[in-house]
């Protein structure tokens, strides 16, 4: 039987030195992850750029932001070489970045925009490889895994309703919600418990977390909530996670 997890298990840890904690800004608090790292991960495991691993700029574009900003993306594909020489189907990545931005002296242009849009496209598409997984699942800080049974094993077994993720998985979440979207806590549990009770679970069941993170999932989640509530808007949710 294929080992599935193989490449997500090789690449999901980086190292402490590939990691900077952001200072400032909504995501004050979060871990900032080298980019260069992640392409030293993929040609170790896959090979060198354009013979183990390569990628395509698919699409750039521009959008008008708020107060006269403008924002820059760039679609990108990303491919891996299998081990009969042939590649693999192309992993999307959309990524953006601030190309004019309003500054307290006024409006300052930046042509790194484009650059910078590739940059964070490229790390979307690894992460669906299992590219520093640990840091966006808020298992891995830098030092030690934080809440995590004996080995490092976080699998837990499947129907087991007794078992509820890590108090490092919940700050995660806590945190994306508040830094990332400006919710309070008691707004995330409301949303947490509405997912669960979809799910059938608890609100802290680790399968839970499966579902909330990384922070597209959580924003996945959001959005259905927030449609549901629009639709529903004398519901009240249950306070509490």
């Known amino acids: 039987m294929a080992d599935n997890l193989k490449i997500w298990n090789a690449l999901k840890q980086p190292p402490p030195s ?9 995501l004050k608090g ?4 080298n980019p260069q790292w992640r392409y030293q991960a993929m040609t170790e495991y896959f090979g060198p750029c354009g013979v183990g691993w390569k990628y395509e ?68 598409a690894m992460k669906m490889l299992g ?11 830098g030092s ?6 004996p080995n490092n094993q976080s699998t837990k077994k499947e129907g087991d309703n007794t078992n509820e993720m890590s108090k490092k998985q919940m700050d995660f ?22 997912k669960a009770e979809q799910e059938n679970l608890t609100p802290r069941h680790w399968k839970m977390s499966k579902l909330l993170l990384p922070e597209e999932n959580f924003e996945q989640v959001l959005i259905e909530y927030s449609n549901h509530m629009r639709e529903n808007p004398t519901e009240t949710g249950v306070k509490g996670f």
């Open 173 to 194: 979440i806590l945190s994306i919600g508040q830094k990332a979207h400006e919710m309070t806590k008691e707004e995330i549990g409301d949303m947490v418990k509405w």
């Open 30 to 33: 979060m871990s900032d992850i």
């Open 131 to 141: 590219v520093a997984s640990d840091i966006y699942m808020g298992l891995w800080d």
């Open 18 to 26: 590939a990691l900077k904690t952001i200072r400032a800004g909504r």
């Open 144 to 149: 030690k895994y934080k809440d995590a049974p």
């Open 57 to 124: 700029i698919k699409n750039t574009w521009v959008e008008q932001a708020s107060e006269g900003q403008i924002m820059a993306f760039a679609e990108i594909r990303l491919y891996v070489a299998h081990e009969n020489g042939n590649w693999s189907d192309p992993i999307p990545g959309i990524g953006g970045s601030t190309l004019v931005a309003k500054e307290s002296k006024g409006l300052y242009s930046s042509d790194e925009a484009y650059k910078m849009a590739v940059t964070d496209a490229l790390s979307v």
